[in-house]
Every structure is written in structure tokens, then in C-alpha cells.
């Protein structure tokens, strides 16, 4: 199993900025799918963004991001250091969630989560 910690959230006011980070243990990194979540209250958790790893294929390194943050949020990855980043401009009060991140290693079982880091945007 993967360990996943996330660090980089925190309270923004409304237009700010943050960059979350995900640190994953393991050798299989490269090769992982890295996503972002995050969770409301009240409300079930959603895809913000993922990144895939180097699959071989013309897929490697494909990116999405959800909608509701398209031009705002970035995904990136840094392979040397088993880091995925999560950067989010504009940040906006509809933004405030637990994130998560999240590794699936293809071919081999489920995902792994980490615990989260909150990020809540307020005045």
C-alpha cells in the first residue's frame, strides 16, 4: 500500500492562493495515476484533477481537470521526488473542502488516500 501524506492547505481569503502537495512513498511513483479530491460537507467527494504516470503509451503524463476549476487549478508532478502538486489560483469560497490525494498503480489493486489537508476559503 502507498502512503500518501498532503501538506500545503490552509485558511485564504477569497482570490488567493495556495499549492497543495502530495508525498508518496514507494518505487512505483512514476508510473502511478495521481489524482486530487476533495470533500465538502454535506456534499460526496469529486475529481478535481489527476495526472497519469509514464504508461508507455501517448496517454503518459495526461492531465484533467474538473470544470469548476478549469483556469484555475493546475496539476504537475515531480517524478524525481515522488511529489504531485495541486495549484490553485482564484481560489473561491466554493472551494473550501478536505483534498485528498490519491494513487492507483495500474495493475496492481485499489487506491491508496491520504488523510487530507483543508483548505477553506473565507473573508
Known amino acids: 500500500q502507498v502512503q500518501l501524506v498532503e501538506s500545503g492547505g490552509g485558511l485564504v481569503h477569497p482570490g488567493g492562493s495556495l499549492r497543495l502537495t502530495c508525498k508518496a512513498s514507494?518505487?512505483?511513483?512514476?508510473?502511478?495515476?495521481m489524482s486530487w479530491y476533495r470533500q465538502a460537507p454535506g456534499k460526496q467527494r469529486e475529481l478535481v484533477a489527476l495526472i497519469k504516470g509514464a504508461t508507455g503509451t501517448s496517454s503518459s503524463g495526461t492531465k484533467y481537470l474538473a470544470e469548476s476549476v478549469k483556469g484555475r487549478f493546475t496539476i504537475s508532478r515531480d517524478d524525481a521526488k515522488n511529489e504531485t502538486y495541486l495549484g490553485m489560483n482564484s481560489l473561491r469560497p466554493e472551494d473550501t473542502a478536505l483534498y485528498y490525494c490519491?494513487?492507483?498503480?495500474?495493475?496492481?489493486?485499489?487506491?491508496?488516500w491520504g488523510q487530507g489537508t483543508q483548505v477553506t476559503v473565507s473573508a
Open positions: 490519491n494513487s492507483i498503480i495500474p495493475g496492481q489493486g485499489g487506491p491508496s
Open positions: 514507494g518505487s512505483a511513483f512514476s508510473i502511478s495515476t
